[in-house]
């Protein structure tokens, strides 16, 4: 019901704290911190003031532009990956499993990991890709080098590793959920009308998918873009990603207004991310009365 | 049962790969932590269990452990509090920028926690709050909120209205209906959403990060321990963590699943 | 049926796990017949469609169709349509993609343009002409019905089922959609398999209809052929309405059986070739249809004093519970209006029925239907 004179009352009693303890801890940091990101800086204060500095600092400095380009590569990388592994795992957990009860036992077994310390998710690709590290020893051991291989880690190619193996469960828990939704009498028609297994996946389960898809893409996008812990465990000197940049600005480097601008950055471009697939889900949303 | 057609055979294999690609880091995690060596390497060297007793006893990890649980227990209790009134509220009423303030509300959850942790640094120095634990419970709670107005909000939905008038036409009070008959039935999205809180909140990181002051809870201790380079006490602690969240999780979701 | 028929069921069973959801069971269905399959949920109707679909595979038995052995086939490779209960029109598709999505397949091998043609074809043929760019969606569930019956007819299959085509759809314009699945039948030429719970719906289209009980064939026959002779209880009572009464035989008396009631009342039958040799004290059931209850003697009819214990006024008629002088059961009458003065009858009062020879069906009691 909308909020008339005579529910103002109960509304008020309810509402009044949460709404106060988001404006004050939600909104207001976040406007702060776009305000700072117009500062400028001389050294070794900060001073209020209104000028593009920082951003065009941000978007001239080669320094910054590589890595920023570099975050945005990975991220994609990243998101590509979990499709390529996820996808196939939730059509697999809703399709081809039938008996329902290992179906929420396989269900339960890719959810889990997602929940179990991201930090320690990320520190095992360390140990495993490492020249001393279970990899490397397991190879040699069997035969299959003689000595150990320092390509592994610390490099591109190992940080993407490790967070699409983070982000594996992030896109498969959306799947499943739309994938679950298609009533399966439209599966039966199509194959009734005709079409084959492989045709009916691409005509009618792929595009009933897609909402349930473009969210955990997306998902896996805006945080894989963020991430800081892969680039310092498994990170090569190459390495550094946009959430480093953050890590230094407000750390040794001392440039808080420099860093508010790139983390402002950050949050417009995650803001237009989420806008552009809430769009397109919209768009491509049909009711499946 | 009909027998697996070829492509049907291709994707069980690559699904179970798939399976066994997110278990194996794991299960090598859980080796390790047994094994009789300072490196993590192949072959194995022997059954130990030094490297938990020297966990135990590291002074500062166990400190780093109580300072993770306390944080994880009142923002979790904050998060409770404020998700709850706030679902209630945007369940019954629609009011300007409902939209907005959910959105809002969610936002921290797909942002990358990096920028959620320096937006309040920002603001925590500008208003006087020092970094400490203080400032982390708040930028959990805060942070998390999300979780739990999305999951009661999502079980407040499933409620049919109508007890809700049968219960008023009985001559229950709002406060009765809502003791005896709504909060009952959001009871067990409350707990899977606390318990699903609890979890993430121990093992914060990126907002963590900006916030500590000189009490550090456990992922952060591990965090820097980690910079400095490896030492086979994280495998026993991590062990451990991977053990409990196991449990919690499980819990979580049993509980908020649907009982069809 | 001189002509092979077009669906062909030998020794088909059906279970999941321990619920047999169809016994072993044979049917025929001849080319261009309307066929219902009727009965109650869980009578195995709906479960003997599909595996004539090709959605579930059965545990025994062969499945033919048109002369070609499919039980292993996938539904794709039959040459059979359905309409579903639920429609199942793909929500993302427009009512001209949905009809012409099983025309798009390879093995079908028509241009574009052809297949234009026939998704016009078949939407002038359904009514929905101007409905071409909708999203289902949009639609009615009577204008979404349509779509599903065109969808399912623009293939031109040898056999069209139909999973309760009418269920959700409410009374009046159920009655109107019947008029149209008929004519449609007519037009087309091809056979129709339908599935319903409703008898009336059953009698009113079917050239044949197949009774079904708990996973079993109880009778197949015409409309009028079942409602006339039905062999078990069961029939009778799910085609049309019967009374059934426990009943004991007496003995044959020239061309009538009689019976004995419970309360000792003795009905006069009139007995047909197709009897089975009863013994006397036999147990049976006896049936009589409440249409059939008269209020005024005509020739030799049993004569039946009983009690009114309530009326119900139909309309056209009067709905009578009376009970029977000596029994404990009621049973049911349906006499019309100008058979009766309304205001003669009330609750409590005596009243005589008369039921003719002719109309008393006997069944043996205890019969698996």
């Known amino acids: 019901m909308t909020v008339t004179r005579r529910s103002l009352k109960a509304f008020v009693a309810l509402f009044s704290l949460p709404f106060t303890w988001a404006i004050v801890f939600m909104v207001v940091p976040y406007l702060v911190m776009i305000s700072i990101s117009f500062w400028s800086r001389q050294f070794p204060l900060f001073v ?111 940080m993407v590793i490790t967070l699409v193996y983070i982000f594996i469960p992030f896109m498969v828990m959306p799947l499943v959920t739309v994938l679950d939704n298609i009533p399966k009498a439209l599966i039966e028609a199509s194959e009734d009308l005709g079409v084959g297994p492989f045709m009916t996946f691409w005509k009618v389960i792929f595009p009933l998918s897609l909402g349930g898809l473009v969210a955990g893409a997306t998902m896996t996008f805006c945080l894989s873009f963020g991430d800081f812990v892969a680039p310092v465990l498994v990170g090569g000197p190459d390495g550094t990603m946009v959430a480093n940049l953050l890590q230094s600005q407000f750390g040794a480097a001392l440039n808080w207004p420099l860093g508010s601008a790139l983390a402002t950055l950050v949050l417009v471009l995650v803001l237009i991310v989420l806008r552009l697939s809430s769009r397109f889900d919209r768009a491509g949303h049909v009711s499946l009365a | 049962m009909r027998a697996l057609r070829w492509w049907q055979k291709g994707m069980v294999g690559f699904s179970l790969m798939v399976l066994a690609f997110l278990y194996v880091p794991i299960a090598i995690l859980v080796i390790f932590s047994f094994n009789d060596s300072a490196v993590t390497s192949f072959p194995l060297s022997g059954f130990t269990l030094r490297w938990y007793q020297a966990f135990l006893s590291n002074s500062q990890m166990l400190a780093a452990l109580g300072n993770s649980l306390i944080v994880a227990l009142c923002a979790t209790a904050l998060c409770l509090v404020l998700g709850v009134t706030a679902a209630l509220a945007l369940d019954r009423y629609r009011f300007p920028g409902k939209g907005l303030f959910q959105n809002v509300i969610l936002l921290p959850l797909s942002l990358p926690g990096i920028v959620t942790g320096i937006a309040m640094l920002n603001f925590y120095k500008q208003i006087g709050i020092p970094q400490s634990l203080t400032a982390v419970v708040i930028g959990h709670a805060t942070a998390l909120l999300g979780i739990v107005v999305s999951q009661v909000m999502a079980r407040l939905a499933k409620l049919d209205r109508r007890l809700l008038e049968a219960s008023a036409d009985l001559g229950a009070t709002p406060v009765e209906t809502f003791r005896r008959i709504t909060l009952p039935s959001i009871r067990t999205s409350i707990i899977g959403s606390a318990l699903l809180c609890f979890t993430l909140s121990f093992d914060e990181i990126p907002v963590t990060y900006f916030l500590t002051g000189r009490e550090v809870t456990l992922p952060i201790y591990i965090y820097s321990t980690l910079r400095r380079g490896i030492t086979p006490e994280i495998n026993a602690v991590g062990s451990l963590i991977v053990a409990v969240s196991f449990v919690l999780v499980i819990l979580s979701v049993t509980m908020l699943r649907d009982r069809r | 049926m001189t002509q092979q028929p077009i669906v062909e069921l030998s020794g088909v069973s059906k279970n999941y796990g321990q619920f047999t959801a169809l016994h072993a069971t044979d049917l025929e269905i001849g080319e261009g017949e309307f066929v219902t399959l009727l009965g109650p949920s869980g009578c195995g109707k709906t479960t003997t469609l599909r595996l004539i679909a090709g959605f579930e595979f059965p545990d025994t038995g062969a499945i033919g169709i048109a002369g070609k052995d499919v039980t292993a086939a996938p539904p794709y490779h039959r040459p059979v349509n359905t309409v579903f209960q639920d429609y199942a029109l793909f929500p993302h598709m427009t009512v001209a993609e949905n009809i012409g999505y099983g025309l798009s397949v390879k093995a079908h091998r028509l241009s574009a343009g052809e297949r234009t043609e026939r998704v016009r074809e078949a939407l002038e043929m359904v009514g929905l002409e101007t409905m071409e760019h909708r999203m289902p969606g949009a639609l009615s569930g009577g204008q979404r019905q349509r779509v599903a019956m065109a969808r399912a007819i623009v293939r031109r299959p040898k056999l069209l089922l139909l999973d309760e085509p009418l269920s959700a759809l409410d009374v009046k314009l159920r009655e109107g959609m019947q008029v149209e699945l008929k004519r449609l039948h007519r037009e087309l030429g091809i056979t129709f398999l339908m599935v319903t719970h409703d008898q009336a719906e059953a009698l009113a289209l079917s050239d044949r209809i197949v009774v079904m009980d708990q996973g079993r064939i109880a009778q197949i026959g015409r409309p009028f052929d079942l409602y006339d002779n039905p062999k078990t209880p069961y029939v009778a009572d ?125 069944f043996e009691a205890g019969k698996a239907p």
């Open chain 1, 48 to 158: 209020p003031d209104f000028q593009f500095g920082n951003f065009i600092q941000l978007f001239s400095d080669p320094q910054y532009t590589t890595v920023i380009l570099r975050t945005l590569k990975i991220a994609l990388l990243v998101m590509a990956g979990a499709i390529l592994l996820g996808y196939p795992l939730a059509y697999f957990l809703v399709f081809t499993v039938t008996s329902t009860r290992w179906r929420n036992l396989l269900y339960m077994s890719v959810i889990v990991p997602l929940w179990v310390s991201y930090l320690l998710r990320a520190y095992t690709w360390k140990i495993i890709l490492g020249t001393n590290g279970a990899l490397n020893s397991l190879m040699v051991s069997t035969g299959l080098i003689s000595e150990p291989l320092s390509i592994f880690l610390y490099n591109q190619a190992s």
């Open chain 3, 238 to 362: 799910f085609i049309g309405a019967t009374n059934l009464v426990p009943a004991t035989y007496v003995r044959r008396e020239g061309a009538f059986d009689l019976v004995a009631l419970a309360g000792g009342l003795v009905l006069r039958r009139l007995a047909r070739d197709t009897d089975p040799a009863y013994a006397r004290n036999q147990p049976l059931v006896a049936g009589i249809r409440p249409e059939r209850v008269q209020a005024s003697a005509a020739g030799d009819a049993n004569a039946m004093a009983t009690r009114v214990v309530e009326t119900l006024f139909q309309g056209d008629r009067m709905r009578l519970e009376l009970l029977p002088e000596g029994e404990r059961k009621s049973v049911f009458a349906d006499i019309p209006r100008t058979g009766v003065n309304r205001a003669a009858i009330s609750p409590g009062q005596a009243f005589q029925v008369f039921v003719d020879p002719a109309d008393v069906m006997l």
